[in-house]
């Protein structure tokens, strides 16, 4: 795999090849390995922000070459257990049913009890 600076660099040289056009056209394997290193780089918590700044790239190309990072608003499906009382069998099928979802004003918990909610949040320190 080819890392950011050699990328950049290809990323130049297509640039150039094509001065004077409003809008280059990059190569289908340039857009592989750009996306190949972005993958990459996302497993290990690198920020867009960087990965733009690194590849000489904008924001437009990076989401069309290589997607969006994540869905954050998607709701996933969280099982609880007690510590205090688990055991490995508990844990992998007691405890109530709880979908976690946040979009840009709000943070839905469904499934728990106000108290529940409450003894949730002491526990993570809230």
């Given amino acids: 795999m080819k890392t950011a600076k050699e990328l950049c660099a290809c990323i130049d040289r297509e640039r150039r090849a094509q001065a004077g056009?409003?809008?280059p056209r990059f190569s289908g394997e340039l857009k592989r390995a750009v996306s190949e290193y972005v993958m990459d780089a996302r497993s290990r918590n690198v920020s867009e922000s960087q990965l733009i700044s690194d590849l000489g790239i904008g924001p437009a190309s990076l989401i069309r070459w290589c997607g969006h990072r994540s869905k954050p608003n998607a709701f996933r499906q969280v099982a609880m257990v007690h510590t205090a009382r688990a055991?490995?069998?508990e844990?992998?099928?007691?405890?109530?049913r709880v979908a976690i979802g946040?979009?840009?004003a709000a943070v839905a918990i469904i499934g728990l009890s106000v108290s529940e909610l409450a003894e949730l949040?002491?526990?993570?320190?809230?």
């Fill in 21 to 23: 056009q409003r809008r």
């Fill in 87 to 89: 055991t490995l069998n």
């Fill in 91 to 96: 844990s992998s099928s007691a405890g109530p």
């Fill in 102 to 104: 946040r979009s840009n």
């Fill in 121 to 126: 949040c002491r526990s993570l320190g809230c």
